[in-house]
């Protein structure tokens, strides 16, 4: 195909990065060549008139259930995990500024001298004004992971998709990595997701999703471009959405 000819399927996105994925597996936090590879592909969708909001996890450096090994309360835990997101979207602000990229990090939990408070009409302005926004912290509040941050952040900014980039490349009827028989499932309705407690994103999101319409679109960030495929329509993932 023709890259003139190329039209982008969703026009402003929710991409969620896991800790994981932004690790990709170096003994480092954050592995700077997967970020910077990350932000090449943003650029590239952006050139297609793509927006981009992005919600980080932070699995590489500390998520509140790590907390539960130590005895640690949960919310406290919770709250260092909030911190920890904060790093990786100031990593990614980075990347990205350095690219060129307009980029704001706006936070739930107010962090003045480096981040802008989340606001929903500030944070929708930027998108329209081509920024690319990083939302730090979460919710703000514990016992909610990224997953469903996402999803609601994609509803509150009005975007077609949550994306969520994980480290398996879609969603399986059981644990690709442990059952080789494992069979990839390419479309599902949120109530598949919800019976049969697939893995592939938490329930609380999988029902805030059903409940805002908001599509979820799961990929592998072994390679950035899954990022620039899903936008584009490739047959890449798995999808989550209303019963047609």
């Known amino acids: 195909m023709n890259e003139a000819d190329i039209k982008p399927i969703y026009r402003r996105v929710l991409l969620k990065l896991s800790g994981e994925a932004i690790s990709n597996g170096q003994k480092g936090i954050i ?8 932000a090449a592909v943003i650029q590239k969708c952006r ?18 259930k790590m907390g539960e090994n130590e005895k640690m309360d949960r919310t406290r835990a919770d709250h260092m995990g ?8 100031l990593a990614i602000q ?20 480096f ?4 606001i929903r009409n500030k944070a929708v302005h930027h998108l329209e004004e081509g920024r690319v926004v990083i939302f730090g912290c979460g919710l703000g509040i514990p016992f909610v992971s990224t997953d469903t941050a996402a999803v609601l952040r994609a ?5 077609d998709v949550a994306l969520l980039a994980k480290n398996v490349d879609a969603i399986y009827d059981k644990d690709p990595r442990k059952y080789p028989e494992a069979v990839r499932l390419t479309t599902l309705d949120h109530m598949d997701v919800i019976k049969r407690r697939l893995a592939a994103t938490d329930l609380t999101a999988a029902t805030l999703s059903m409940d ?33």
């Open 82 to 89: 909030m911190l920890a997101t904060t790093i990786n979207a």
């Open 47 to 64: 050139e297609l008139g793509v927006q981009f909001g992005i919600i980080v996890g932070a699995g590489n450096i500390w998520r509140g």
């Open 31 to 38: 592995n700077v060549d997967m970020v910077n590879q990350i």
């Open 155 to 159: 509803a509150e900014i009005n975007a």
């Open 212 to 244: 805002t319409n908001v599509k979820i679109h799961v990929i592998g960030l072994e390679t950035p471009e899954n990022i620039y495929k899903a936008v584009i329509g490739e047959n890449i993932g798995s999808v989550i959405d209303k019963q047609k």
């Open 115 to 118: 981040a802008e408070p989340y």
């Open 94 to 113: 980075d990347a990205f500024l350095q690219k060129g990229i307009e980029t704001r990090v706006m936070t739930a939990i107010a962090m003045h001298e």
